[in-house]
């Protein structure tokens, strides 16, 4: 057997995961494990959950085989899964190959971590929500969601990977000579968990913006990197918010890439959510088109879960979390959801997503862009 537990809430899959792997070993069992976000929809969104959630999950060492479910053509998920195993796997010879990065030993000893509220400075950590910061032509900015750029007046301390060499208390000194500072965290994983934990029991809660120490030459290998370093913190409530470099990425792609990666791991929710699935022989119209409509016509319904499923037989059980669904019900005809509850059988198909639609602002969820 190789056992799997999905679902397309990236917290909920990779808790679960966690919670088998460890039920495993109480139990002496030692089967393996297959890892995936299930109906993680398309686009950046599909993929940064579902590299956020297999990546945290390699990093804790669990995992044996894995699979990207996206609503698009089935070959554009396999560049995906290559590129996150690429990252924890290294090929020797043909038909060999051994894990490569070091699992994150750090997160095994934080069986109940409850995180401590950062001292606000300015619009950056306390009860603030998340921010995305940018680097840009050596200025650093506050992006707002609709792309509005504000350069940023908190003093900034950098921490980079040189901090592996540096003994800790030395780091916890220097941060105590910058007390005003914002602290931008650009190291490995685990020096990023220890490095919070000395602090705060040192009574520092400067607010931690978290940044990948991995340089990138595209928007591509942007997500992937950032969605596993600092997805993973940001997936345990740990830092304040991301920076990512403008320069290379281009503001807006930047931007996206950051308010993202905050959406695909509940840290902020910027836009609406969907869950639909990759298609299958069962589905009986073109889900990727219909998937691209409603997106149009739905993004700004910001914290809305929108679903689109290809039949009935999964998608009301995959979908149970979503606020409405719009699924398969046969040739030319779909079923529309609030909620668990069915509220219109064998709708048209060239009439469903404009129903979906009136079906939401009957339910009061709809606002005006």
Known sequence: LVLSMKSSNVRIMVQSCMLLASRLSQEGLNYPL?????????????????????????????G????VSLTEAPELEIPVAKAIAARFTHNHGEKQGYMHLPVDIEIRHETARNP????????IGGKNPPVVLLGYQQKVF????????????????????????TPLPAIVEAVRQNN?????????TDCTRRLIKALSTAGLNLPVILKSPIIVKNATDALIENALNPGNLLLDGLGEGVMLDADVLGIEDARRIGYGLLQATRRYISHAEYIACPSCGRTLFNIQQVLHKVKKRTKHLKGLKIAVMGCIVNGPGEMADADYGYVGAGHGKVTL???????????PESEAVDALIALIKDGDDWIDC
Not at 38 to 59: M, N, P, Q
Not at 64 to 67: A, F, L, Q
């Open 64 to 67: 044996d085989t894995i699979r």
């Open 180 to 188: 005003e500072a914002v602290i931008v965290a650009e190291t490995k």
């Open 142 to 165: 506050h992006v707002e969601e609709d792309g509005k750029l504000t350069a940023l007046d908190q003093p900034l301390l950098y921490i980079n990977d040189t901090f592996a060499e």
């Open 337 to 347: 959801y609030k909620g668990n509850r069915i509220m219109h059988r064998n709708v």
């Open 116 to 123: 401590v509220l950062s001292s606000a400075k300015g619009r």
């Open 34 to 62: 297959h890892l995936g976000v299930t109906e993680a929809a398309d686009g950046e969104d599909g993929r940064l959950k579902s590299v956020v959630g297999i990546g945290a999950l390699l990093a804790r060492g669990i």
